[in-house]
């Protein structure tokens, strides 16, 4: 089956320490994205990556960091600087044609205990 | 104003109904025009994409874009109890080589036996 996966699905974590959440995708696309959503806020894009070993902020980079050492994997991590992390977190790829149309995994739900 | 409204609902439907789900624009350069699905707790899923103006039909679903009126529309024609959840339109313009696209907040649709 292609597809995104992300895990873990749930995930606590204590104030003040990093947590790294994953992203994988066997859809050979080139393009991948990590999303934060609160509720009545919509997706705030957090970084994006066009290609292996690039990635750009989004509009709310600040606490994250994020990787693109192979074309399937980008994985997200949430550092202790965030300061309020607790949020659904949703990664996305997407290919060149039709204009980037993005497909999400399934989510990861952080909680920040 | 916001690059894209979307009316949060709850919108609240009986079985069988025809339902209407809209955003608006404001940026005149968006090309491409998305909706998605959201079940609570679950990633959005992609239903409809549409490149410029006109109407697009995959079976129940209708996407309509206006772009003289900066005007999106989703319908559902016999709407289902399973079609409950949250609908996101999306929108995208072509910049720096990308297409990184715009989320509207979303419509939260209700259908009740």
């Known amino acids: 089956d292609g597809g995104i996966t992300q895990s873990p699905k749930y995930l606590f974590r204590k104030e003040g320490q990093n947590v790294t959440l994953s992203c994988e995708q066997n859809?050979?696309?080139?393009?991948m994205y990590w999303y934060r959503q609160d509720p009545g806020q919509g997706l705030r894009l957090i970084y994006y990556?066009?290609?292996?070993?690039?990635?750009q902020k989004g509009d709310i980079a600040e606490g994250y960091s994020v990787s693109r050492e192979k074309k399937e994997s980008f994985p997200l991590t949430v550092t202790s600087a965030q300061k309020n992390p607790t949020a659904f977190y949703l990664c996305a790829s997407s290919r060149t044609e039709q204009g980037d149309t993005q497909y999400f995994g399934p989510g990861t739900r952080l909680t920040v205990l | 104003q916001k690059e894209v409204e979307q009316d949060p609902g709850p919108l609240s439907v009986p079985e069988g109904a025809i339902v209407s789900l809209n955003c608006t624009y404001s940026?005149?350069?968006?090309?491409?025009f998305m909706w998605y699905r959201q079940y609570s707790r679950k990633g959005p899923e992609l239903l409809m994409y549409t490149y410029s103006s006109g109407n697009k039909e995959d079976g129940r679903f209708t996407a309509q874009v206006d772009k003289s009126s900066k005007y999106i529309s989703l319908f559902i024609r016999d709407s289902q109890p399973s079609d409950s959840a949250t609908y996101l339109c999306a929108m995208s313009a072509r910049s720096g080589g990308s297409y990184i696209p715009t989320f509207g907040r979303g419509t939260s649709l209700i259908v009740h036996p």
């Open positions: 859809l050979n696309h080139d393009a």
């Open positions: 990556s066009q290609i292996v070993n690039d990635f």
């Open positions: 940026n005149s350069a968006f090309q491409y």
